[in-house]
């Protein structure tokens, strides 16, 4: 039983706690300001075996553990920000706030970081590195108000990651079983972009519904799915894919005798094209939906057709010695396929990549079969695999 | 030149002032109270040929116009409610309330009706009858919030037609030319019906879509459009139309990388079925459209389907005499093909016809090819049209 364990499982009351406390006030991106007060509360003049540097960027809270002079610097990443989905858990901790909740396990990040924090000052283990502790901001939901950039995009621009030689990113996956680590080298989450297409349309009385596709908003959105899927599939191969997020047409019964004029769909579309391959494809999705739909309706409706790209892909470099770093101290790392999740602790780990250092992005198990997924109203993670998660990021601080 | 005609070209420029006076201040169902005090500063005092008698029922205002003791009671309708769409004409008098309009020409129906008034009180023409007209609140979304019921169904209910012999509601329709009247014997408009589907599934993250089908509530709801389509036509040959008037799904941007885990689904579903008939399909949709979602998303998901029913059929009886008395007053009337089309005239002329009276209800050319259809942002019909309803009223008034 490694001295990881051992401080892991001393500390997840603690962790517990937190994640709870946490959980219990979400706030949803560019606005985490209670979760950073949450943060700055934990401060070192209580321990003696490190000392705590606190950093406000734009793009979140950097809290520096250093443990001695001239160390690397080795940097760990959670995220702050909530989502809105109404929380339907129905646990004693639930989300006070309606309509908002942490329904993607970043609280569960926020307290194995700052596990990270508390395990290193009171001298539970020996870091050979400083660590870099990074709390970011505004994770999800890149493109939306009130700024589109998203908490790693800033990060990395504004110098948060001067000097760090190797970068890792525990992120729990409530359908994975509790356990075991997963990553792979090379791409792991994809580019996580949006399709965004208003319809405007005649519109009309519904009973005058006999050439409904050349008038009715609605109807023409509808297509825009098929249209997506029929523009990616030949690109199937590639692993790419699109889903459907949100349509918005009409006023519900007070418009129940209407065709409505407008309409707006949003697709997800999520790809892991390089650069030029993304662009490339956003330009035919914006071309052919809006050619697509002038057809269908006969020249009566157009689309205007945003695409918002999301995060950039999220590549490893540095798996093998991450995973026999961990193996080391006896924690099963499985290898797993890419998935087309986004996260944009890629823009962190390019950053860190580009100047010549290590970058691993990689799942906790945390539930398994079962387990409701990520982004649901019944999301409920369990928390006890923060352990692990702790265990990893002390095991990669000493090694 | 009929004297009919001559009065309705006399009053034509009031028609068209009183018109644009209710067009830019539109009011929707069961708000109408601006309107009826519009209405009710017509008053016979100023003229010699008849008296006024006011009623206010919960259905409407109704205005007697008395030219003589013992006539017999005919009674003439306009509708008072506007629509929630948003007026695009670009027009000088056009709504001055964000969001509602006058999209279905009701405007015209009132100014039209007040005509009747006013050349009547004038002595224009000698009526052989009493007329009663029937101002009439709340045609539009039956169903809705306030108040689910319609003022045509309160009005019948309330007496309002108690005497009333004969019946006759003109309505204006800018999709047929200018210049003719348009009805039939029999059915002439539908049962106005209204399916609304709520989704619930499990919802999801973006990434996770491998079986989105049975998780993503939007996709299901998209489905909802065919299925009842599927259940419906097989009744085709008996003039049946559905058509999607709403859908509520995530919350754009905000939501882009969720797969939703409730969506909101509106459409219309028009017949001419009797009542039984008519129940029984109410009762096949609900079954029928719960148990395909189900099967759909492998029991994943489920659907609260609602049948709200709108206004009855409308069912013309004495559409022969009617068309004769106009055309001896050289008024072109043209046999039109019954259209799926609701109006709760019906549940007046349905009252009427029990009571053994006569009840046509016909439309009023407004307009023709190129003109914007009814319930649009950019409805505007020919409003010149007033005169031709105004003679025919007039004529009917005095047969």
């Not at 760990?76 to 909530?82: C, G, K, N, P, Q």
């Not at 006070?96 to 942490?102: D, I, T």
């Not at 990040?109 to 990074?134: C, D, E, F, Q, S």
């Not at 349509?247 to 007070?254: C, D, M, R």
Request: hydrophobic fraction near 40%; charged fraction near 15%; charge should be negative.
């Amino acid at each position: 039983m490694s001295i990881y364990f051992e401080a892991a499982a001393n500390l997840l009351p603690w962790m517990i706690e937190m994640r709870r406390q946490v959980h219990a006030h979400p706030e949803v991106r560019w606005s985490e300001e209670g979760t950073i007060m949450l943060i700055k509360q934990l401060n070192s003049s209580s321990y003696s075996h490190a000392s705590f540097l606190h950093h406000d960027y734009q793009g979140g809270f950097v809290l520096d553990v250093i443990s001695g002079i001239d160390l690397p610097i080795m940097a760990f990443r959670a995220d702050l920000d909530a989502l809105p989905i109404q929380e339907e858990t129905g646990l004693p901790f639930a989300s006070q706030v309606p309509g908002v909740s942490h329904a993607c396990g970043h609280d569960l990040h926020i307290a194995m970081v700052l596990g990270v924090a508390r395990a290193v000052a009171a001298g539970l283990v020996k870091p050979t590195h400083n660590l870099r502790l990074l709390f970011q901001r505004a994770e999800e939901n890149p493109g939306a108000p009130p700024d589109p950039n998203s908490g790693g995009y800033y990060l990395a621009q504004e110098g948060a990651l001067i000097g760090v030689t190797k970068l890792y990113v525990l992120h729990v996956l409530s359908t994975l079983k509790t356990g075991s680590i997963y990553s792979c080298e090379g791409p792991i989450m994809g580019n996580s972009d949006r399709v965004c297409v208003k319809i405007k349309a005649l519109g009309g009385h519904v009973a005058h519904n006999a050439d409904a596709r050349d008038v009715n908003a609605l109807r023409i959105a509808s297509e825009c799915i098929p249209m997506l899927e029929a523009i990616v599939n030949p690109l199937a191969g590639r692993n790419i894919s699109c889903e459907p997020t949100g349509l918005i047409a009409g006023k519900g019964q007070s418009s129940s005798n209407i065709m409505p004029s407008e309409a707006e769909a949003w697709l997800a579309c999520r790809t892991y094209l390089g650069a030029d391959e993304r662009t490339a494809l956003h330009e035919g999705i914006k071309r052919q939906i809006s050619g697509n739909v002038a057809r269908y309706s006969n020249n009566r409706a157009s689309a205007e057709v945003t695409v918002i790209p999301g995060h950039p892909a999220t590549i490893n470099h540095g798996f093998a010695g991450f995973k026999s770093t961990l193996e080391a101290s006896g924690i099963a790392v499985l290898d797993k396929a890419p998935e087309l999740g986004g996260d944009d602790a890629s823009h962190l780990g390019n950053y860190v990549v580009q100047q010549g250092g290590e970058f691993v992005y990689a799942f906790i198990g945390a539930g398994g079969e079962g387990f409701a997924d990520h982004h649901t109203p019944q999301f409920n993670p369990d928390e006890s695999a923060m352990q692990l998660g702790l265990e990893a990021y002390l095991a990669l601080a000493c090694s």
